[in-house]
């Protein structure tokens, strides 16, 4: 096949994730996912180190394909408590869109705690998930003139939190409705931490 490193490189981590998905994370091995991608074995191991090195574009991916700020919109009118639940609302139906992913997720933070060579990679996932929880909610600050009480690498922090256990919860007990209304507590929660400008 024509296809270029990146884009290999793209085809074995996305038949990683899906063996993962499909079977769990042991099962995950450099030499499945290239076969599951299509690409020969010798090939992959000119892409990957080795199978720490796969699971680590494991972790950047599912990270990056549970939410992207790109699909957010912060412009929500209204008071800023509505407000903040319309973004709450937006964050959780990504999380949400794919289960299979968040157990993904999860498996591979415990994966990454159980060997001392991965630590690395699971403190990345966690210090991305509240960067991106702060990067948020300084965003929508910003367009709606308000700012926050408290330090906002504190209310990221918060938030990233409390999202990672609602998930959790969730891919537990699958009870859409009792996470939609936790996702609610938590804005409204945000919302006494706003002050006008």
Do not use: C
Not at 129 to 155: K, M, N, S
């Amino acid at each position: 096949m024509g296809w270029t490193l990146e884009e290999r490189r793209d085809r074995i981590v996305d038949a990683a994730l899906q063996l993962a998905a499909d079977q769990g994370i042991e099962h995950v091995n450099l030499r499945a996912a290239a076969h599951s991608a299509g690409i020969a074995w010798e090939a992959a191991q000119e892409i990957f180190d080795d199978h720490t090195d796969l699971l680590q574009a494991m972790s950047v991916s599912v990270t990056t394909k549970n939410i992207s700020p790109d699909t957010l919109v912060l412009d929500a009118d209204g008071p800023v408590a509505e407000a903040l639940e319309a973004v709450g609302a937006q964050v959780w139906k990504a999380l949400s869109a794919r289960r299979d992913y968040q157990l993904v997720s999860y498996e591979l933070a415990l994966v990454s705690l159980r060997r001392t060579a991965l630590r690395s990679l699971v403190t990345a996932q966690y210090d991305k998930g509240r960067a991106f929880a702060a990067a948020i909610l300084t965003a929508f600050a910003e367009h709606h003139g308000v700012t926050w009480t408290r330090p906002i690498e504190e209310i990221g922090r918060f938030t990233a939190a409390f999202l990672d256990g609602v998930s959790m919860a969730w891919v537990v007990d699958r009870d859409d409705a009792a996470a939609e209304e936790q996702v609610r507590m938590m804005a409204q929660y945000l919302a006494s931490l706003v002050e006008e400008r």
